[in-house]
């Protein structure tokens, strides 16, 4: 692995990717491939650049261009994808475009420059609501919204590579991931940004919706343990063993940002809000030595923490997103879900 392209590798968990694996001795150099858009921040990789760091901003849609980068190097880990729940009820057509096309440009580059190894990146969220029970990798994949379809049928087509042409392709489908620098629409950020401003946060029926809660630093090192040892052809969960509903983390946030459950409003439950996601992960601990580090609460407060003192990294995106963002005119969103 001298030589890694990775592609959205300027976003929340491709840029803390970045990071650890410049890291590796045995790296030689690492291309990042982002089209910057409104999650992705040059600023994330900060104290990454380096004479071992190149930054091509460009799309995975540019055949052309992945084509030029992907042989230029031995192996790939792809990030980039469109991937906030809400934005895919209005604009499906960008998810399946840049999620599922965008995967198969990459693929097809691989499968002609012979790359070492592809890991295409995922979510628990293929798997749909699980009221019961967890999934393993094996199991049937049920996704419910747009971006968790587009997502699904992306995880098919890198897979398709490896069956039809033997392309080394392993995915990793991790739970929820939070830690510093994660654009603020996902919960924890949006939660933690709003109460530091004293402003209100919405809950979404009772709050009951679960979800298991992964540091990004944790879905990092099983995602570098899957570069390096992975079977090709193999899918590979990666969980952090912290279940929680939303109101119970909701609770965490409160304590953390000094405000009370005054500052929670109770709205009605959206149309397709999953109301649980589960899965195993002992595959990837029992074959490739996985086992996530970061305590949830501590990991939690530092995370709380970095937003306190980094308010200058999210003011701006929170005016800008308010701004920007589009209205969803389903009948039954009356306010998005950031889970």
């Known amino acids: 692995m001298d030589k890694l392209l990775v592609t959205g590798g300027a976003g929340f968990i491709g840029s803390h990717f970045v990071k650890r694996i410049l890291r590796a001795e045995d790296i030689g150099h690492v291309t990042v491939l982002d089209a910057l858009t409104y999650a992705g921040r040059i600023e994330n990789l900060g104290e990454a650049f380096s004479p071992k760091l190149t930054f091509v901003h460009g799309n995975i849609l540019d055949a052309d261009l992945v084509d030029t980068l992907v042989r230029e190097h031995t192996a790939v880990v792809h990030f980039a994808a469109e991937s906030h729940v809400d934005r895919s009820f209005y604009a499906a057509d960008v998810f399946l475009s840049t999620n599922v096309l965008g995967t198969q440009a990459l693929a097809d580059a691989a499968l002609r420059h012979g790359i070492s190894k592809f890991v295409h990146v ?22 419910t919204v747009p971006y968790a379809a587009s997502k699904a049928a992306s995880d098919l087509v890198a897979l398709s590579y490896f069956h039809t042409y033997g392309v080394p392709v392993c995915v990793t489908r991790s739970s929820n991931n939070y830690g510093p620098h994660q654009y603020p629409e996902k919960i924890i950020p949006l939660f933690a940004t709003r109460l530091l401003r004293g402003e209100q946060v919405t809950l979404h029926g009772r709050g009951q919706h ?74 990837i601990a029992g074959q490739l030595g996985y086992k996530p580090q970061r305590d949830f609460r ?17 003011a701006p995106l929170t005016r800008d997103s308010a701004a920007t963002r589009p209205r969803i005119t389903l009948d039954t969103a009356r306010e998005p879900q950031h889970v």
């Not at 995922?122 to 996704?143: C, N, Q």
């Not at 501590?298 to 999210?314: G, I, K, P």
Request: glycine share 10%; aromatic share 10%; charged share 25%.
């Open 122 to 143: 995922s979510t628990d969220e293929v798997y749909g609501p699980l009221p019961h029970g967890s999934a393993t990798e094996a199991y049937p994949l049920r996704p």
């Open 210 to 283: 679960v979800r298991n809660w992964l540091h990004v630093e944790d879905n990092c090192a099983g995602i570098e343990l899957v570069l390096r040892g992975g079977a090709p052809g193999e899918v590979y969960n990666i969980g952090g063993g912290t279940d929680l509903t939303s109101k119970e983390l909701t609770g965490e946030l409160l304590r953390l940002c000094g405000a009370d459950w005054d500052s929670v409003t109770y709205v009605p439950d959206r149309h397709a809000n999953d109301i649980r996601y589960s899965m195993v992960w002992d595959k």
């Open 298 to 314: 501590e990991a939690l407060s530092d995370t709380v923490e970095w937003y306190r003192r980094n308010r200058d990294r999210w």
